[in-house]
Every structure is written in C-alpha cells, then in structure tokens.
C-alpha cells in the first residue's frame, strides 16, 4: 500500500470510525478500521471477508491456529467461522489502520465463469499472506475514491468487482470461487447460518435448520461441522455469548 492510501484512509476514519473504531463507507460491504492502542481478546462469528492491513498489526485465532498479520498482509475468511481477534500493535501516533471488504457471493459466481479455475486442494477458511500487488492497487483506488464522492455511484461498482477478480485470479482462487456456487456445501450452510444469526434467541430445531440447508439431518451435521469447524448448537451458543457481551458492555446489562 502507499503513503497516500494510508493517509486518506486515516483521514477518512477519524472523521467516521464509531466508538468501536470502525467507519462505515458508502460503499456497500466496504469499511476502515482504525485504533490507537492495542485491543483486548475480541470474539466474533465473520462471515467471508478480506482484510488488508496498512499499518500496525493483529492476530486472529480460530481453534489452535493463530495468524499474526502486518501491515503488507491480508487476512481471507472463506466461511462464518468463529474466531478472537486482538490489535497487537497500535498506538496514537501510528494507529493500526486496515480495510475490509465482504465477499460477495453473487459478483464471484458472475465472475467465475470468466476466470480460469485454479485447482487447489486447500479447504482452510481462513489463511494470511502477503497482499498481492493487483488486490492492494485495486484497493488504493477504491480509498481514494472516498475523497471524490461524485465519483461514487459511477466508479465503485467496478472497483469492487475489480478486486473480487483480481482475489479469485490469485493463489486462493478456488477457495473463493466456491462461495458463488449456489449448490455449494458453502453456500448451503451459509443459508442455515442465516436463520441462526436472524433467530439465535430462539430454540431452533436442527431439522428446520437442515431444511434451510436443502439436506439430510446427518449430512446437515457433517457439512456444518465442516465449514464452520462447530456444531450448530456450539454455533448458537457463541451467537448468544457475543450478543450477550456486547449487550453489557454497550448497555450496561448485568450477567
């Protein structure tokens, strides 16, 4: 990333980051993350997603595995996966900064009867590696398009589509490519995720859950355990202790 890029972005959040430190932009599915300090152990279910750090570091965890990541590296998350995440290095004078963009399953599957398939035998729903150079200039463009918002309704369609090609083009093309199938293991379990997110305060039946999946009980188990590394009672419970922690420290609610 460049200098440039950093700067607009920095600028662009501390004017918009909420108290969380995220700014929302008008680019659908396209926010800043800024923070001055490091964070304490966050938990969170995400849903896929690329994160490119500009500066500062982090680090995620999902089971044993631990990614660290820096500024130059992304962070890819292919499946609603649990994880904890934590800023490592931040501090007022050089904040930790990053972009976030969410996959969309409906551009990757238009794309992907345009781009090659790359076979890849790497199922992992989460992996960090250095940031291509094609992802962070497409990435560059869209931050310094915040500062032109006229340009916004012509320009920002491409742009997002541009980056999409250019991750589906690199070494985790096929990982990606599996989000826009619309059969997909993914895919299915990413329609029962739904019904858990919208209703996860409510006892849920895993055959109305599996229903919403189009499969069979027990396939419905192998597949979910698959793609989210949880059962769906274990998924529901995470739901309800993030909302639950959040409700006390946004609220005050008691345990």
């Keep these: 990333m460049t200098d440039p890029t950093l700067t607009t972005a920095l600028r662009y959040a501390e004017?918009?980051?909420?108290?969380?430190?995220?700014a929302e932009t008008p680019i659908p599915g396209f926010v800043i993350i800024r923070a001055t300090h490091p964070s304490e152990l966050q938990r969170s279910i995400l849903q896929p997603v690329v994160c490119l750090v500009l500066q500062g570091?982090?680090?995620?965890?999902?089971?044993?595995?631990?990614?660290?990541?820096?500024?130059?590296?992304?962070?890819l998350i292919t499946a609603d996966v649990p994880t904890m995440s934590q800023i490592t290095r931040a501090?007022?004078?050089?904040?930790?900064?990053?972009?976030?963009?969410?996959?969309?399953?409906a551009l990757i599957a238009d794309l992907a009867g345009e781009i090659r398939p790359i076979p890849s035998n790497d199922a992992a729903p989460v992996?960090?590696?250095?940031?291509?150079?094609?992802?962070?200039?497409?990435?560059?463009?869209?931050v310094r398009l915040l500062d032109r918002p006229d340009?916004?309704?012509?320009?920002?369609?491409?742009?997002?589509?541009e980056m999409h090609y250019w991750l589906m083009s690199g070494r985790h093309g096929d990982v990606i490519r599996r989000l826009g199938w619309p059969d997909g293991h993914v895919q299915r379990i990413?329609?029962?995720?739904a019904v858990l997110r919208r209703d996860y305060a409510q006892t849920i039946p895993v055959a109305q859950l599996a229903e919403a999946a189009g499969m069979s009980v027990s396939a419905f188990?192998?597949?979910?355990?698959?793609?989210?590394?949880?059962?769906?009672?274990q998924f529901q419970k995470q739901l309800r202790l993030i909302e639950a922690r959040r409700l006390m420290r946004a609220e005050g609610r008691s345990a």
């Design 127 to 142: 992996r960090v590696d250095p940031t291509d150079r094609e992802v962070a200039d497409a990435a560059a463009r869209l």
């Design 57 to 75: 570091s982090k680090r995620v965890m999902m089971g044993t595995d631990v990614y660290d990541f820096a500024a130059g590296d992304s962070l």
């Design 190 to 193: 990413g329609r029962a995720v």
């Design 151 to 161: 340009s916004l309704p012509v320009l920002q369609a491409q742009l997002v589509r």
């Design 221 to 233: 188990h192998q597949h979910f355990r698959a793609v989210t590394s949880l059962s769906p009672l």
């Design 15 to 22: 004017t918009h980051a909420d108290p969380a430190g995220i």
């Design 91 to 105: 501090n007022p004078a050089t904040p930790y900064v990053s972009l976030a963009l969410d996959l969309d399953p």
